[in-house]
């Protein structure tokens, strides 16, 4: 019985239904059935291999953390009277808790983004942007005081996290506050500069000083997606654009500020709104930043700037496709942070699936399927391997819109998508986006190095399309973690090579958690020596060893 063309012949059920009912028919001295049967399938039948090699003394970046945004919709939801709902969204997100068997509660995120308003929402309908969930309050007063009860709901989320061990908040900030723009909106007005009036970088420093002091931030980017021409016409949010030099200008007040205030906060350059965007060059001094601030030939260097963490960040939208362009792109960044400084980190700080992606994936309307949580997996495998991203975070963390860019969906109390139902209330959805960053946030830690991993008889292309595999080693703990994407229809049965004849996995098993259109992080334990991927997902293998 040629069992690997009945597997591909059959779906899943059919075919557990035939080896069930042949008997798990074996050779003389082959394992008995209990050993072989997974999911109804007889995996002792499966004699093709896949080989996977690790490299446990092949090192590669320190990760960082895995976060995710808090932008706009926590002002509500973070407000709502039903905390058992809020508490339900805040354990996807930060839970590091496992239930009783043994499925992690939530994705264990370790860092938060906490969006900065500028003063949209105090405006109301004349501020310019059309939907009063993405305006945002400010905690600057106009007379210069301050209201530290602003963004309640978006606070209640930071508590949260902190509450729920979260290590790292990344305070974020996309337009200096109203009382400070050229024209008294946060939205940016679509010019190509920062709309900030004359003589006014030092006041916004000091904002950003003191916000950070307050809620003691770990990080801050005072900028976000400086090359769009953010407002005008068409405003859809806070946001303006910046040149190289203003972010350079504005940095050189910040550090200084930050330090006289007593805060520890280190300064986050770039978020820049495409991967290529920080090598190559941008109209109007908004590119090649990687040169521009860590180069010391450059006359906007910041290398020497006071609580300027050397770290420059970047955001993986509209660099997904083809494959081609998607490995060549953060192999580009990469190299050219080599030649620069080897020891600048490079920090993915926002993704999410917008507009028509690859002809596959599409922002609207909403998606939550496996098919999205494996582009999502695809695209965190590709920033970490190829572009060595030590941090990397999503986009929104809540989202109630008809939109493929959340990772906890809400709707309203009937259970429609319908965004103003949800201003008190709602019904709070999981999504395969979330689960399948689980595979990663939840059991690669802070600290924790990535180290060489490969397959046997692929190329990046192949892989990328296909089957992928990164490791992890936590060198204090003596654990090492494995991802695995299946984007296949196949089964998979692997193998490991290369951890070395001196290093050995404890207990000859591994803990297993996969993603598939069925499971969410779903736990079993497999020797190491028949390890079953299964088809469509993403599947993280963990384990000790000596």
């Given at each position: ?6 597997v ?8 557990a ?40 003394a ?10 995710a945004?808090?932008?706009?919709t926590?002002?509500?939801i ?15 997100l ?67 996290a ?27 007005g ?5 709309n ?8 916004y420093a000091?904002?950003?000083s ?12 005072p900028?976000n ?63 090649d ?30 660099t997904?496709?083809?494959?081609n ?6 192999i ?11 020891s ?26 496996i098919?999205y ?8 495998h590709?920033d ?8 990397w ?7 109630p819109?008809?939109?493929?860019d959340?990772?906890?969906?809400i ?37 924790m ?30 654990k090492?973690v ?8 196949d ?6 090579d ?49």
């Amino acid at each position: 019985m040629k069992t690997i063309n009945l597997v591909r012949r059959f779906p899943l059920w059919q075919t557990a239904v035939i080896l069930l009912l042949a008997g798990c028919n074996k050779t003389p001295g082959s394992p008995p059935a209990s050993v072989c049967l997974y999911n109804g399938v007889d995996t002792c039948l499966l004699n093709i291999k896949t080989t996977i090699s690790i490299q446990l003394a092949d090192v590669k970046q320190t990760i960082h953390s895995f976060g995710a945004s808090d932008s706009w919709t926590a002002k509500y939801i973070g407000k709502w009277s039903d905390v058992s709902k809020k508490n339900k969204i805040a354990g996807y997100l930060f839970s590091l808790d496992t239930a009783a068997d043994g499925a992690p509660k939530g994705i264990g995120l370790s860092l938060w983004r906490f969006n900065i308003g500028a003063g949209s929402y105090e405006q109301g309908g004349t501020s310019g942007i059309s939907d009063e969930w993405r305006r945002e309050e400010c905690f600057l007063n106009a007379d210069g005081t301050y209201n530290w009860s602003k963004q309640e709901g978006a606070q209640w989320f930071l508590a949260a996290a902190k509450a729920m061990g979260v290590k790292y908040v990344h305070g974020f900030s996309v337009s200096p506050p109203v009382y400070f723009t050229k024209d008294g909106m946060a939205h940016g007005g679509g010019g190509t500069s920062l709309n900030i009036q004359p003589g006014k970088m030092a006041d916004y420093a000091r904002f950003l000083s003191t916000v950070s002091a307050h809620f003691h931030f770990d990080y801050l980017s005072p900028f976000n997606e400086p090359q769009w021409n953010w407002g005008g016409a068409n405003a859809s949010q806070e946001g303006s654009a910046a040149t190289n030099t203003e972010m350079a200008g504005l940095a050189k007040l910040l550090g200084p500020g930050l330090q006289s205030a007593g805060s520890g906060t280190k300064i986050i350059l770039g978020e820049a709104a495409q991967l290529n965007f920080i090598t190559n060059p941008y109209a109007g001094d908004r590119g090649d930043q990687v040169y521009n601030w860590f180069n010391k030939a450059s006359a906007n260097y910041l290398g020497n700037v006071t609580q300027v963490e050397k770290v420059v960040a970047g955001h993986s939208y509209f660099t997904t496709c083809p494959d081609n362009i998607l490995i060549a792109t953060r192999i580009d960044l990469n190299n050219k942070r080599n030649a620069t400084d080897t020891s600048l980190g490079i920090w993915q700080t926002e993704f999410g699936i917008l507009g028509d992606v690859c002809g596959k994936y599409s922002g609207s309307p909403r998606h939550a399927t496996i098919d999205y949580g494996l582009y999502v997996a695809k695209t965190i495998h590709h920033d970490l391997v190829f572009a060595n991203v030590s941090s990397w975070s999503w986009w929104l963390a809540i989202n109630p819109y008809d939109y493929s860019d959340g990772l906890v969906y809400i709707n309203d109390p009937s259970g429609n998508i319908n965004v103003n139902g949800c201003r008190t209330d709602g019904l709070v959805l999981d999504s395969k986006q979330l689960w399948c960053m689980g595979n990663f946030s939840r059991f690669v830690r802070p600290g924790m190095k990535r180290v060489s991993a490969s397959i046997a008889g692929t190329n990046d292309a192949t892989a990328a399309g296909s089957f992928m595999v990164s490791a992890y080693k936590d060198e204090r703990t003596k654990k090492i973690v494995i991802v695995i994407i299946n984007m296949s229809n196949d089964i998979k049965k692997i193998t490991l090579d290369g951890l070395g004849n001196s290093i050995h996995i404890a207990g000859n098993t591994f803990d297993v958690y996969t993603t598939s259109g069925a499971k969410n992080l779903a736990r079993s334990v497999l020797p190491a020596d028949n390890i079953i991927i299964e088809a469509k997902s993403v599947t993280t293998l963990s384990a000790n060893y000596f």
